[in-house]
Nanobody, 114 residues
């Protein structure tokens, strides 16, 4: 299974971006898909998670601003990010977990200017 993240870029504070994470090489819907981020000089942190059934969970820092969704038919997960803040600047990674297996996508840079 390979995960491909895309959609990052440079945006002004208060703006929006939508990230995508496409899974390939899988014949099944990955049980749990997640977005993580790693700000400069900091550890990677969990941002949002969505199960194949659509249950979601968010870090407190993004609740009310970010929305995670997925299209099981396309095996793709999304992260709609609104009201972006400079502290949201990070490399964003997607991750898939299914049983004992897990996979990481490459990162996509999100930079929010003040």
């Amino acid at each position: 299974v390979q995960l491909q993240a895309s959609g990052g870029g440079l945006v002004q504070a208060g703006g929006s971006l939508k990230l995508s994470c496409a899974a390939s090489g899988s014949r099944f819907n990955i049980n749990r898909m997640s977005w993580y981020r790693q700000p400069p000089g900091k550890q990677r942190e969990l941002v949002a998670t969505i199960t194949s059934g659509g249950s979601t969970d968010y870090a407190d820092s993004v609740k009310g601003r970010f929305t995670v969704s997925r299209d099981n038919a396309k095996n793709t997960m999304y992260l709609q990010m609104n009201s972006l803040k400079p502290e949201d600047t990070a490399v964003y990674y997607c991750k898939g977990d299914h049983g004992w297996s897990s996979w990481w996508g490459q990162g996509t840079q999100v930079t929010v200017s003040s």
